[in-house]
Every structure is written in structure tokens, then in C-alpha cells.
T-cell receptor
Framework: DAMVIQNPRYQVTQFGKPVTLSCSQT?????MYWYQQKSSQAPKLLFH???????NEADTPDNFQSRRPNTSFCFLDIRSPGLGDTAMYLC?????????????FGSGTQLSVL | RKEVEQDPGPFNVPEGATVAFNCTYS??????FFWYRQDCRKEPKLLMS???SGNEDGRFTAQLNRASQYISLLIRDSKLSDSATYLC??????????FGSGTRLSIRP
């Protein structure tokens, strides 16, 4: 059974049209992450929530926002998508932020901005 | 210099061969290390953690060399199903988890 679920699997949007990607988890993990992965590149951390605390990476554009209304759900909002935002968006969770905590990934949302 | 660097490959080896990848990291304070496997257009999946003493899981062996700041992954008796991209992951602090760009491996019959 999938433990980290992302919807939709594929999303196509127009340049400048806001889009929201969703992630839910059944693991009851404290930490939820959003990564952006462009073709043939490493996943790049955008931000993460530790419980309700939001932690933004310094180089994440303001265009990207996130919400975590409860433990199970986390959303990625892209306010005005540009062509360069075409990528796979990966949600991940970890039980906590300790040294050996592993990441559990959802299957990703492939976003195409036209 | 990137914080985590991997040889992008591709490594193209025959079935049954032994293949090894290295990954170097720049932050000497890094605490934990992992290898993830990613198939084309799929999410990364944990292959194994890397411990200071080295660890083995079936055909896979991971090593950590803190002095030289690299980790390695050895795959013995490679199978066609081992074809994938292998991502090196380094946790340098509670909130900082860095992925390498991955090494592509292709196993040929």
C-alpha cells in the first residue's frame, strides 16, 4: 500500500496559471519535504515542514509556496509557473530529523508548463 | 564545487559483472549517508544506508571513507534489473539533505 501519495501523477498548466500539487502520508511522520527534480539532475530541496514549522531553502523562488494544514497533508503551490518550472515534483517524509532518518518518497507529480 | 559529486556515467556493463561507483562530499561535518536507486520517471527508493564500518546487503556493498570524504557502492553479479540511476545522498545537518546528480548504470545481456 502506498504510504506517501501524490496527486496528480501528471499535471499540465499554462504559463502563469497557478497550480497546486498535493501530498498525503499514512506514516504519521513529523517531517514532509518538497523536492524539484529536472531532467537528469539531482532532486533539489525546495522546503520542508518539521511538524508545523516551515523551513524554506534560501534559493527557493518566492513563486513556490507550501501549506501543511495537518500532519497528513502537504501542498505545493506555484503561483505563476514559468517554463523553467517544468519538472518532477517529489514529496518525501521522514519520521524525524535525526541523523539516520530515511526519506520515503511519493511517486511524484510530473508538471509541464506550456 | 558541488556539495555532493558523482560520476554521471553511464556505466555500461555486461550481466554478471561487478561495478562500483564513488560519491564525494565536501562537508566534513556530514553525519549520514545513503544510496538511493531511481528508475526512469519514478521516485527515488532507498537502496541502503551507509555505515562507518561498511555494510552489505546481498549483492550490494556500501563503504564510507571519512578521511577522504567519499562513499562507494559495489554491485556484484549484476542483473539486468539493476539498470537504473544510483543517487548518493548526504545528510549534513538535521535539515540539510543533499542529493548527488546520480550515476546511470546500464546492464546489457
Amino acid at each position: 500500500d502506498a504510504m506517501v501519495i501524490q496527486n496528480p501523477r501528471y499535471q499540465v498548466t499554462q504559463f502563469g496559471k497557478p497550480v497546486t500539487l498535493s501530498c498525503s502520508q499514512t506514516l504519521n511522520h513529523n517531517v514532509m519535504y518538497w523536492y524539484q527534480q529536472k531532467s537528469s539532475q539531482a532532486p533539489k530541496l525546495l522546503f520542508h515542514y518539521y511538524d508545523k514549522d516551515f523551513n524554506n531553502e534560501a534559493d527557493t523562488p518566492d513563486n513556490f509556496q507550501s501549506r501543511r494544514p495537518n500532519t497528513s497533508f502537504c501542498f505545493l503551490d506555484i503561483r505563476s509557473p514559468g517554463l523553467g518550472d517544468t519538472a518532477m515534483y517529489l514529496c518525501a517524509t521522514s519520521r524525524d530529523r535525526g541523523d539516520n532518518e530515511k526519506l520515503f518518497f511519493g511517486s511524484g507529480t510530473q508538471l509541464s508548463v506550456l | 564545487r558541488k556539495e555532493v559529486e558523482q560520476d554521471p556515467g553511464p556505466f555500461n556493463v555486461p550481466e554478471g559483472a561487478t561495478v562500483a561507483f564513488n560519491c564525494t562530499y565536501s562537508n566534513s561535518a556530514s553525519q549520514s549517508f545513503f544510496w538511493y536507486r531511481q528508475d526512469c520517471r519514478k521516485e527515488p527508493k532507498l537502496l541502503m544506508s551507509v555505515y562507518s564500518s561498511g555494510n552489505e546487503d546481498g549483492r550490494f556493498t556500501a563503504q564510507l571513507n571519512r578521511a577522504s570524504q567519499y562513499i562507494s557502492l559495489l554491485i556484484r553479479d549484476s542483473k539486468l534489473s539493476d539498470s537504473a540511476t544510483y543517487l548518493c545522498v548526504v545528510r549534513s545537518s538535521a535539515s540539510k539533505i543533499i542529493f548527488g546528480s546520480g550515476t546511470r548504470l546500464s546492464i546489457r545481456p
